[in-house]
């Protein structure tokens, strides 16, 4: 595995692959490297030639209250994963080396990215898509994979990628839980002991969901409902949101007669977690 | 030359060009086309292997009561100059090619489009940005050819390119103007004969900067004041803008002390012309 950090460096390589005809697969990250970030750099190693993961925790994306100081970090552990992974470029630019100091250009999108986790992260879709963007032709892969479990992220970057005719493929793999259901993030390391069992509830009120749903229920205010009372149960949990959705449009269903997609964010303390269950009736 | 209007064929043609080294060299226009393009399309002829020409009249770009229904077009005529001038391939895709019913993505910009043109056009460059990023990911060129008539427009579409690392030079070529100094546009056509007459006035007053600066004035307020007496002199046009303005950056500048370029925008009847001259001290 080959480390770099320059972002030139990198565009000449992904330059040089595409014109060998070498399919490039991309996964983007922002470090702190867990299970579901290494089961995309499988996917991507039985389809692709090379394999190019980047670790770059983007400022863009963090509000001016948010956790972007103390966003967890181990570049040493990272590198042995991806080396693990079998990666064969790990891209790991310094932040001036991907965004002016006064920037001015941005990747706008309206609609889908101020609902949901937009209204309470304003700018922050946007600084992901800008970002994604600017990597995207900095590596110019071919496929570009991404974890369903930040499933609004997926939903923004694959509309930009139809959009704006961007020449790669968007692949969405599955959430990878922990044992108790817990979907992995880094931001599970902020949790303490206590909060980390009481975590769980996102899991389990979506089970929940999923369980009533088979039984023939098809209100998405029943439904939705049950999501409320399971987190209301739950004494260090505060909930941002529960919302069922169309999966495409992000807009809120009435009721669910195709599949619809359950998203929901959680506080944990002073934690947000977010997940999300794709429900089909 | 080959016409094409699928949007999918241009960019599987423009993949092909890349992984085959084939440098394309890149003219997008709204047709009617004039020396201004040919001389770009001549440039590139020089320069790359395979010269692409597209033809869209972008809505994106008008604002509600602008001239989108009336701007001129001439399919016929456009094709046969573009085949005298060498062109490889004429991209024409209608709307629904280039632009989704509810467009939901745009290349945003700040500073650099709510000044100068973009105060009378508001929405103008990011709907010029927004394109010109869909062509370039469609056609895929190595070289971008812009005409320095639309000063403003080379400025946007540059730092979107630096800013947003795609992978395209951007050719900036001079402006190419009438025998009275009239800059070429599609525009001009709308001129009455006398209007036509009248419209030397932008090139008659950038000269009369020009030969100012020469005696030594570098006063941006004092240059100015010879545009605008030069325009207050000619009964049918009427100043939308006149500035001296950093090249980079489009800030006004108080003097001349290195390169600047003086930019002016000019109501003739109701045709509004625009036209640019740099400035050296």
Known sequence: MKTLSRREEMRRLGASFRSGKLRVGFVPTMGFLHDGHISLMEEAKKRTDIIVVSIFVNPLQFGPSEDLARYPRDPAGDAAKCRNAGVDYLFTPNVSEMIDEDPLVFAGMSKLTNVLCGVSRPGHFQGV?????????????????????????????????????????????????????????????????????????????????????????????????????EIGNEPSARLDYAEIVNPATLEPLMRIEKEARLVLAVWIGKTRLIDNLSLKP
């Open 129 to 229: 898509a800008t970002i994604v963007l600017k990597l995207l032709n900095v590596v110019q892969p071919s496929l570009l994979y991404l974890g369903a479990k930040d499933f609004q992220q997926t939903v923004v970057i694959g509309q930009m990628v139809r959009e704006l005719f961007l020449p790669v493929k968007v692949i969405v793999r599955p959430t990878v839980r922990e044992k108790d259901g817990l979907a992995m993030s880094s931001r599970n390391s902020y949790l303490f002991p206590e909060e980390r069992k009481a975590a769980t509830v996102l899991y389990r009120a979506m089970k929940l969901v999923e369980a009533k749903l088979k039984t023939g229920e098809r209100s998405a205010e029943l439904l939705k409902a049950i999501v409320l009372r």
